[in-house]
């Protein structure tokens, strides 16, 4: 194989992540980021120059097909991770997700398939099975698009599936779910709720508190791509990453009011409710399948995740905007 690998949403939360992690594997990245007239290399600016001397930027657009044609020349791998992921923007705005998560995802699978690439991991997301009809979530759990956002998934996921099929594109469907960690954005629950805390606030400000997820330490995400990557028994599966462990919102924001400031408490902001069939009440993956096919296993606990994600935003503090709730 290519030693380059290309990483489409490398400047991004769990793309930034897993570019790090590639390089200290030692491979050559080539970094797909999404063109902007400020130069600006999302969270690849942050990374250290002994990783990004072995990074090639690309700047580009992951709707416009012969851009993403150009990026993956040369490439023996495509890690595809670009996409629009906030559920509540996905209400607001459809069209662009269509556009992005599943004509995106079409113009990597046509270029793998026109060059050759070798391998094509594509990115899903745990939002596809919806409200958990039974736990743990395996990858034989039914679909349901409970948001617009998840249903462009399922229909991405379903047309990596095809070309699996269809054409044998040698595809890997990897589905994390819920990552958190240094460098998520704000409008994640975790980051919203300790950068309120962090800020001072008393009062924090959450949507519904019963709503469970399993939650993933990015490190851990970015391994279980890795890991899946390297075996080849991978080739056209679906595969969870998953801690087999859950926790209500409520929870976990009790968890971190006791680590910040045992003085606040939680409020609940109407804004933050999503409706209520489209509210995924309960996620709890299976991991039995990637433990089974690769030697993935969760390295950190919710503990020291939470912990090290709090050093980093009272460090990264300035870069967010508490006051408001980013859709």
């Known amino acids: 194989m290519e030693k380059k690998l290309l990483v489409t949403g490398a400047d991004g939360f769990i793309g930034s992540h897993l570019t790090e992690l590639l390089v200290e594997k ?12 400020f130069n600006t290399w999302g969270w690849l600016d942050s990374l250290p120059a002994s990783i990004m001397d072995h990074v090639e930027v690309f700047t580009g657009d992951i ?32 069209d662009s997700y269509v556009d992005t998560n599943i004509k995106g995802t079409l113009n990597v699978l046509q270029a793998a398939r026109d060059l050759g690439t070798e391998r094509v991991l594509i990115t899903s997301t745990s939002e596809v099975y919806g409200t958990a009809r039974y736990v743990p979530i395996d990858e034989n759990h039914p679909y349901q698009g409970q948001s617009p956002y998840s249903a462009t998934k399922i229909g991405a996921d ?46 924090i400000k959450l949507g519904s508190l019963t709503p469970t997820r399993d939650f993933n330490y990015v490190k851990d995400t970015a391994g279980g791509f890795y890991e899946i990557f390297r075996s080849d028994c991978t080739i056209g599966e679906e595969i969870n990453i998953a801690t087999q462990r859950e926790i209500s919102i409520g929870a976990l924001a009790e968890e971190l009011i006791r680590q910040i400031n045992p003085e606040a408490k939680i409020i609940c902001d109407e804004e933050r409710l999503r409706p209520g069939k489209s509210e995924v009440n309960r996620l709890l993956g299976c991991n039995e399948k990637i433990k089974r096919m690769t030697s993935w296993a969760p390295q950190y606990t919710l503990e020291e995740g939470l912990g090290e994600t709090i050093v980093f935003l009272r460090e990264n503090l300035w870069r967010y905007r508490e006051d408001i709730y980013n859709i």
């Open 158 to 203: 379903r047309l990596a599936e095809s070309f699996y099929r269809s054409f044998s594109l040698p595809v890997t469907i990897v589905r994390p779910f819920n990552a958190y960690g240094p460098r998520q954005s704000a409008r994640a629950v975790i980051p919203t709720i300790i950068t309120q805390l962090l800020s001072g606030r008393t009062e």
């Open 63 to 94: 709707r416009d097909p012969n851009g993403v044609r150009e990026a993956m020349k040369g490439c023996g791998a495509v890690f595809h991770l670009a996409a629009l992921i906030a559920i509540p923007f996905s209400y607001h705005s459809p």
């Open 26 to 37: 030692g491979y050559e990245v080539r970094a797909f980021v999404f063109y902007n007239s």
